[in-house]
């Protein structure tokens, strides 16, 4: 995003999800101790990453996470076979 020049996009979603993880940490913590801290960072982590990944595909027209429908339509296209029974074998 910041090469992209959607610098105060970025800036605005990392400072809200920052005093979100802040506000979170801390009242998790106090809760449920060492194990809330993590749960509240996790939290404001994830909504900090999803943002990021929608402001980038709506504004920019990018697709940053993997389609599985294309992934399939390239194994079919190149005719790839699991051979589990083997690959069992060699473990």
């Known amino acids: 995003m910041m090469m992209a020049d959607q610098h105060k996009k970025l800036m605005k979603i990392s400072v809200t999800t920052g005093l ?20 509240g960072s996790l939290i404001a982590n994830i909504v900090c990453q ?3 990944w929608k402001v980038v595909r709506n504004t920019m027209k990018l697709r940053t996470d ?6 399939y339509d390239l194994a079919k296209s190149r005719k790839l076979k699991l051979n589990i029974s083997s690959h069992k074998a060699k473990l």
């Open 50 to 52: 999803v943002w990021m």
């Open 66 to 71: 993997a389609s599985f429908k294309a992934i």
């Open 20 to 39: 979100m993880a802040l506000v979170l940490t801390i009242g998790f913590g106090w809760v449920f101790g060492g194990i809330g801290v993590a749960i």
